[in-house]
């Protein structure tokens, strides 16, 4: 070791720490801000728009927290929400991963999933992204299924080749709207390989609408019940359905 060395390892002994304290993000003097409903409306605005100018994933995740709570009036709150939207844009592909984590804990993911929209390359991107988010679910009970929900809803508005496999499980979750959605993300695929685990829906499922759903999902596609399932299918049916000899479903006028 020369002497130079000597001489930084001492300065270093008397307590510079200047190594050891990485500086700060830029975001996070306006982070908590930026994300406080009791704020002044000015100070808070200010604190977006500084967040929105950075346009980096930090600055990102900061933004997203103004997603966290609505304020009155409504045109004050919506027009911070569509501020903390663009400027998130403004991050790009840096926007993702704070997106992610966004998710695992929001109570609702509208406008996540109107960020990623916009983000990814793509419907497929976008598709995937959502599947990614979705699998974090399971189908048991919980006392706030929202986001899962909204997921679900999404996917009706898609195809995919991995949303089948993706959404299959949720025709047996607790929750009946989960189930209703899931009915139809998979009908929305228009894909035969579905019609077994369908059949095997309407056959346990004692939700009338979610039936109702799979019967107009059936008829709109023109999907035959395999011989071995229609007596079952049959004495399951919600009431102005019926199959007929050919095993087609039909919904009575």
Known sequence: MGLFDLFKSSKRGKGDTSEEKPKASPAAKWANVAADKRAQNYDRQEAIAALAAMGTGDAASALLRRFTFHMDPSITDQEEKDA????ILRAGREAI???????????????????????????????????????????????????????????????????RAAVERFLLDVNESARF??????????????????????????????????VDGFVTHGWTVPEEKREAVRKALPSGATIDASGQMRKRA
């Open 97 to 163: 991963e704070p997106v992610r984590a966004f998710v695992t804990k929001a109570e609702s993911l509208a406008w996540p999933m109107k960020v990623m929209k916009e983000i990814t390359s793509g419907e497929e991107e976008l598709v995937e992204e959502l599947l990614l988010w979705l699998s974090k679910w399971d189908t048991e009970y919980s006392k706030f299924v929202d986001p899962k929900i909204q997921l679900l809803v999404a996917l009706e508005e898609h195809k995919g080749p991995n949303i």
């Open 181 to 214: 959605h899931a009915v139809g993300a998979m009908l929305a695929q228009g894909d035969p390989e579905a019609i077994p685990s369908l059949l095997d829906c309407l056959v346990d499922e004692e939700s009338v609408r979610v039936k109702h759903r799979l």
């Open 84 to 87: 903390a939207f663009n400027g």
